[in-house]
């Protein structure tokens, strides 16, 4: 498994362009399978996520081809298999999306559970609940889903809560429904709006996504389209408190700062200079850092996925910041990983508090997960000394080239593959 030795104590200075969002990818890439046409996919980032939703259209036998580092053609329009219980399924969260997809498109789909980070109970009863609401029957047996209907039916849905995936999943079921289906509260995430975009570039109706009420009007079939991802929010926001936590000076490029404006209040009410261009925002970081408290919500909230960067970032500012994790229960693992390197952190539930400490100290550590990981990178680039950082392929599942985009900021990364 590979690794990372990171040499700490190094400014970032200098320009990284963000890649396509991991998140809309992997709702985009399975909504291409629903059109009787080829899609041509542009600005999809090139990540362990996205090549494993690729493997599964490809082992349904769709075809994947790459057309160059960052676009793909699908090509579904030859019919494929309604059945994806295969073991890719079972690695990656977004895999849920077949469900919704094939469901639309065949009206019967059978789809193993997902997988993805563990922040403890993931539950997607909502979405079943969802497709239940469209008229489907659905069965939930040893590991994997199955969902089936004679005709979708478009139907009135309440969110019980704001779940990005459970929008997205009946979204993609509802465009190819009969007649018109609503989701209230529904989430707002920005790949919720670039899903939603796609669809309708494919010839869907729907309205209102970016909102918390979406409304649908089914269509009879889509066709292909060519369409590019949105820049990743997160991966952004990674790069950000990588400039901040070193004290640098990076302009961070391909990106939508609006997107940004939940990090980049924190980040200036901390003391972070920000200037913010049409598609790209200057992070300088010269000066002591302030303590600020988080509270991580659904978009335009502070996002959950920033919460572990964040964490790594207010362990070194002067104060006491504290952090509530509202989405999910258990996303504090990695904080013992932090602490190897002289975090002060004491966690009560869905509260962290931190203490500021001076400066990190270099260790070896593990990536619990995909952020966790990226704050462990975070933290050691601020360290005094060498740091070992175990379980990259976790923070290979969502950033394209880190160790190349770190080390052009003027990092010192290396990566040893075993
Ligand atoms: C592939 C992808 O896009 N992953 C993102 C997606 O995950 P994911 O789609 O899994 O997260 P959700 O937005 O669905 O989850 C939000 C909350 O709703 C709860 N819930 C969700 C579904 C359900 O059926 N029942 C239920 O109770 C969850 O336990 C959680 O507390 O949104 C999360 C919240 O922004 C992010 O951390 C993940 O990076
Ligand atoms: C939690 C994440 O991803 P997933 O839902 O795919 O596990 C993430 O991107 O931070």
Not at 379 to 405: C, F, H, M, P
Request: some cysteine.
């Amino acid at each position: 498994m590979d690794k990372l030795l990171v040499k700490g104590r190094k400014r970032l200075v200098g320009e990284v362009m963000i890649s396509g969002a991991k998140n809309a990818a992997v709702a985009v890439l399975p909504a291409a399978i629903m059109a009787g046409g080829k899609s041509v996919l542009e600005n999809l980032p090139n990540i362990e996520d996205v090549s494993c939703i690729c493997h599964t259209i490809e082992k349904l036998g769709g075809r994947c081809v790459h057309k160059d580092k960052h676009t793909i053609e699908i090509d579904c329009s030859m019919g494929i298999d309604f059945k994806a219980t295969f073991e890719e399924v079972q690695k990656i969260r977004a895999s849920y999306y077949f469900l919704g997809a094939l469901l639309a498109r065949y009206k019967k789909a059978e789809v193993a559970m997902p997988g993805g980070c563990n922040f403890g109970k993931r539950p997607i009863d909502l979405h079943l609940k969802g497709f239940r609401a469209l008229g489907a029957t659905v069965e939930e047996e040893c590991g994997f889903v199955r969902a089936y209907a004679d005709k979708l039916v478009g139907a009135s849905i309440y969110m019980d809560q704001v779940s990005v995936g459970a929008t997205i999943n009946i979204m993609l079921a509802a465009t190819l429904a009969e007649g018109i289906t609503t989701i209230e509260n529904a989430a707002k995430e920005p790949h919720v709006v670039d899903t939603a975009n796609y669809l309708n570039m494919m010839g869907a109706n729907i309205k209102g996504a970016g909102t918390d009420v979406i409304r649908i009007k089914g269509v009879e079939k889509l066709n292909g389209a060519q369409y590019a991802i949105i820049p990743d929010q997160i991966e952004a926001g990674t790069y950000m408190i990588a400039a901040a936590i070193t004290g640098g000076d990076v302009l961070i490029k391909n990106i939508i700062p609006k997107h940004m404006d939940s990090l980049t209040a924190k980040l200036e009410e901390m003391n972070v200079k920000l200037e913010e261009g049409d598609d790209s925002i200057r992070v300088m970081a010269n000066q002591p850092l302030r303590s600020v408290n988080v509270k991580t919500m659904s978009y335009p909230g502070f996002p959950t996925d920033l919460q572990p960067q964040m964490a790594a970032l207010l362990s070194i500012c002067k104060g006491t910041s504290v952090i509530t994790e509202n989405v999910w229960d258990n996303r504090y693992q990695y904080m013992d990983e932090l602490r190897k390197l002289g975090a002060l952190v004491d966690i009560n539930g869905r509260i962290a508090t931190i203490e500021g400490i001076p400066h990190y100290q270099g260790a070896t550590v593990e990536a619990t997960d995909l952020r966790a990981g990226a704050a462990m990178i975070l933290a050691a680039l601020a360290a005094e000394g060498t740091s070992q950082i175990n379980g990259v392929r976790y923070i290979d599942r969502g950033y394209e080239d880190v160790e190349e985009k770190f080390n052009a900021l003027g990092a010192n990364i290396q990566r040893i593959s075993e």
